[in-house]
């Protein structure tokens, strides 16, 4: 079956477009919030987690003048596919791809980063159907969660920020986990789609210093309209997409 118009034409933002008909996983809302929300402050290396598309990178980037960002991705495809998306950017200088796993880089590099962001696989269990591509980039099998805090915990500069997004209660048991590799949720976004709905994601921030958290809340529609966005959503992207 060949593929639509829709399938191959590149998803674009206000400064920059992102080809993603080759990825399992497409830009998506999880990875735009986390690019818009992620503290860039200060922050001159900061390090991508299983990239994909580069979209969170591109993000940060844009955000992030004076910082130079690496992707990270154990997937070779995807990999070109940031490539090109980095090389087609106005940032093409300060963004590098890597392909190799999470777990060989952080044992072999002596690069450490101010901040480091994830948009993580999170399911864990289950099967896998006729089409596999899409169900392993959302399982934990490449990048378990404690393979992921180990490396942050070697890659993470002393007063570096760690930051990721998650369904709400895996959110939750990573905030545990993390506390035994001495990392700690410094501040936390519940999203919830609606105000009157339940938190279904959470965008979280860990740190090496043990201090109180700071929560605050973001919906992202009014109602169930499609265009229906709330203020504080239509602020936090404003300076990404078109629509706002």
Not at 48 to 74: F, K, N, S, W, Y
Not at 106 to 119: C, E, K, Q
Not at 140 to 167: E, S, Y
Request: aromatic share 8%.
């Amino acid at each position: 079956m060949a593929k639509t118009e829709k399938q191959t034409a590149p998803f674009q933002f206000k400064q920059f477009a992102v080809q993603q008909d080759r990825c399992a996983m497409k830009v998506g809302t999880d990875g735009i919030m986390l690019g818009a929300w992620a503290q860039v402050d200060a922050a001159t290396q900061a390090l991508d987690i299983g990239t994909g598309t580069g979209v969170i990178a591109l993000m940060l980037a844009q955000r992030a003048p004076e910082a130079t960002i690496h992707a990270i991705d154990i997937d070779d495809v995807a990999c070109e596919q940031a490539g090109e998306n980095f090389a087609s950017s106005p940032w093409e200088k300060r963004l590098s791809v890597i392909q190799e796993a999470i777990q060989d880089y952080a044992r072999t590099t002596r690069t450490t980063y101010d901040l480091i962001v994830s948009n993580p696989p999170f399911f864990s269990g289950g099967t896998f159907g006729m089409k596999e591509e899409r169900a392993i980039a959302r399982q934990t099998v490449r990048m378990p969660h404690g393979d992921l805090l180990i490396a942050v915990r070697q890659l993470l500069a002393k007063n570096g920020r760690f930051c990721l997004v998650l369904p709400y209660l895996e959110g939750l048991r990573f905030q545990e986990r993390a506390e035994e590799y001495h990392l700690f949720c410094t501040k936390v976004t519940e999203v919830r789609p609606k105000p009157d709905a339940a938190v279904n994601r959470l965008l979280m921030q860990f740190e090496q210093e043990d201090r109180p958290t700071e929560t605050d809340q973001l919906a992202i529609r009014a109602t169930e309209a499609e265009d229906s966005y709330t203020p504080a959503y239509r602020a936090l992207l404003q300076e990404f997409l078109l629509k706002f």
